[in-house]
């Protein structure tokens, strides 16, 4: 990518990119260089995502300093620089927000609209919960 700004968004439209233009306008207006989403009504199933998200979320947080509530959504919008330089491979992308910080990047959090799935079949489960751990 190009651009002076990057956008991350899923591929099977759980999140809304009808909230990126809103997430740009917060990174202007606070002179942040990532805003990360947050999926405040997720629209997945209690069980196998949204309690181990949730305990996972909370676990990345005390142990990095970092304070960010939705590690998992995949809605970020970032200045490229950022971007470039994150170093992402293997589960790393879950914790962009921490590789963001450990590049001085300074960071903010918006809430934004979750979907549920209408299309594919989500890949993570358990098993990716304990990889992250």
Excluded: W
Excluded at 60 to 73: E, F, S
Excluded at 92 to 116: K, N, S
């Amino acid at each position: 990518a190009s651009g002076a700004y990057i956008v991350t968004l899923d591929g099977d439209l759980q999140n809304d990119p009808l909230d990126i233009p809103l997430m740009l306008e917060q990174l202007k207006r606070e002179d942040l260089d990532v805003v990360t989403g947050n999926r405040k009504n997720r629209k997945d199933k209690a069980l196998l995502r949204k309690i181990p998200s949730k305990l996972a979320n909370r676990m990345i947080r005390n142990l990095t300093g970092v304070h960010v509530h939705d590690y998992g959504c995949t809605l970020k919008i970032f200045k490229r620089d950022i971007a470039k330089h994150l170093g992402l491979y293997g589960e790393l992308h879950r914790f962009i927000p921490v590789l963001a910080v450990l590049q001085g990047a300074r960071i903010g959090e918006m809430d934004v609209r979750h979907h549920a799935r209408i299309y594919g079949k989500s890949k993570y489960g358990l098993g990716r919960t304990f990889r992250v751990v």
